[in-house]
């Protein structure tokens, strides 16, 4: 009985440690993408270097609850900056089209068309259902090396992380955060699971898009 009763305190404590070692890998893999993509974010459009074409990352207009996703309106509102001010010539939005019903590029093509982004400067990518497939997607078929990545802050940093580590030349632009709310915590949270992941996928797993196909021609501003 006593033996029992060992090897079940043993058994807590290892999975106790494990977790515990598990939360520290991430702290120091958090820690580590912080501080390498920290130069290479930009939060004024006024500073930040002008570059050929923006890749925007997708995401839903809408909660599942209803309610209106701020991180979604602010990024549609950096882009529209960026291109306006001239520090782009050309947008290309990759999003999750995985059902007729559910399509993030088009949504925000409709809503940068109505900041006034021309529609013939705006290229879709249907395809970028993870941030790893958007990245790659954004050199392999749509043949961008050197531009900017437009989301927030928490996003943006693994995004950096991708591209770099893909040997691309990328900068990235913050949207406007929503700090503070229940959406906000959820997605940090949801981050720092989705940044071992990527480590996993880049270092061990080596993980490629789940979509290529044929190159496609981006319209750039004159």
Do not use: C
Not at 7 to 21: E, N, P, Q, V, W
Not at 76 to 92: N, P, Q, S, W
Not at 181 to 193: G, I, K, N, S, V
């Amino acid at each position: 009985m006593k033996s029992e009763k060992l090897r079940r305190l043993l058994s807590i404590k290892f999975l106790a440690l494990l977790f515990a070692g598990l939360l520290l890998l991430l702290y120091i893999l958090n820690d580590s993408i912080v501080s390498q993509t920290s130069p290479f974010i930009y939060t004024d459009s006024k500073t930040i270097p002008s570059k050929k074409a923006a890749l925007l990352l997708g995401t839903a207009k809408y909660f599942a609850t209803g309610q209106r996703n701020y991180f979604y309106t602010y990024r549609i509102r950096a882009a529209a900056e960026l291109f306006k001010k001239g520090k782009v010539r050309a947008i290309v939005i990759s999003g999750d089209n995985s059902t007729k019903r559910y399509d993030e590029p088009t949504t925000m093509k409709n809503d940068l068309i109505a900041l006034g982004v021309p529609a013939r400067y705006i290229t879709l990518d249907y395809a970028g259902f993870r941030t790893l497939d958007s990245i790659v997607r954004a050199r392999e078929i749509f043949g961008l090396d050197d531009y900017i990545i437009i989301s927030q802050r928490f996003h943006l940093e693994r995004a950096l992380y991708i591209a770099h580590a893909r040997g691309h030349k990328a900068i990235g632009f913050v949207a406007k955060d929503i700090p503070g709310t229940a959406a906000a915590y959820r997605m940090l949270f949801r981050e720092y699971l989705a940044r071992g992941a990527a480590f996993a996928d880049l270092h061990i797993l080596y993980r490629e898009p789940r979509f290529l196909g044929k190159q496609e021609r981006v319209l750039y501003r004159q």
